[in-house]
T-cell receptor, first 113, second 113 residues
Framework: GENVEQHPSTLSVQEGDSAVIKCTYS??????FPWYKQELGKRPQLIID?????GEKKDQRIAVTLNKTAKHFSLHITETQPEDSAVYFC????????????FGGGTRLMVKP | GAGVSQSPSNKVTEKGKDVELRCDPI?????LYWYRQRLGQGLEFLIY????????KSGLPSDRFSAERTGESVSTLTIQRTQQEDSAVYLC?????FGTGQYFGPGTRLTVT
């Protein structure tokens, strides 16, 4: 089965700086990679995703990059704001697994004002 | 449209009692998932329903845990003879059969005393 590793487990940045969270996956058959943001006490929310046929996707201050050869993908947040503080989870979906996702362990991002 | 809903939002039960947690997926979503999230931890997969296929129960931690789903609608997660280690937030998610990511409900916070 798929295995997803996420780093770092915690990340502290100053407001306005960039934050990068990295994930690696084990199965080259994975073809879909979503990212979720979970604020304290709230449900995980899908914030951005990327499919295996593209290398990068942007949405305002967030972007995701995918390197299929190296089997890793990253979340980039620019001009961080205190409201970006949350736990972020990456996930990967195997091509033949319906819509089953394997999640990374999460990164707690703290943006200091 | 309405998102994924779960009930109850909070449940306190005594050790040894049975509990039932309910999930109403987004209308038209054929796939439904249950996860467990202990305090400060990641998402632990429990069970996955996809249409009329046999569910993937590979994540259920013991035979005290079971889940049912009626067609492509409501699902109930049952925990029998609850233990203190069952205390967690139980999250339900739904998705279309293939395509985008999963959409989470608000969760049920279970406390076993």
């Amino acid at each position: 089965g798929e295995n997803v590793e996420q780093h770092p487990s915690t990340l502290s940045v100053q407001e306005g700086d960039s934050a990068v969270i990295k994930c690696t996956y084990s199965d080259s058959a994975s073809n879909y990679f979503p990212w979720y943001k979970q604020e304290l006490g709230k449900r995980p929310q899908l914030i951005i995703d990327i499919r295996s046929n593209v290398g990068e996707k942007k949405d305002q201050r967030i972007a995701v990059t995918l390197n299929k050869t190296a089997k890793h993908f990253s979340l980039h947040i620019t001009e961080t704001q205190p409201e970006d503080s949350a736990v972020y989870f990456c996930a990967a979906r195997l091509n033949n697994a319906g819509n089953m996702l394997t999640f990374g362990g999460g990164t707690r991002l703290m943006v200091k004002p | 449209g309405a998102g994924v809903s779960q009930s109850p939002s909070n449940k306190v039960t005594e050790k040894g009692k049975d509990v039932e947690l309910r999930c109403d997926p987004i209308s038209g979503h054929t796939a439904l998932y249950w996860y467990r999230q202990r305090l400060g931890q990641g998402l632990e997969f429990l069970i996955y329903f996809q249409g009329n296929s046999a569910p993937d129960k590979s994540g259920l931690p013991s035979d005290r845990f079971s889940a049912e789903r009626t067609g492509e609608s409501v699902s109930t997660l049952t925990i029998q003879r609850t233990q203190q280690e069952d205390s967690a937030v139980y999250l339900c998610a739904s998705s279309p059969a293939f395509g985008t990511g999963q959409y989470f409900g608000p969760g049920t916070r279970l406390t076993v005393t």
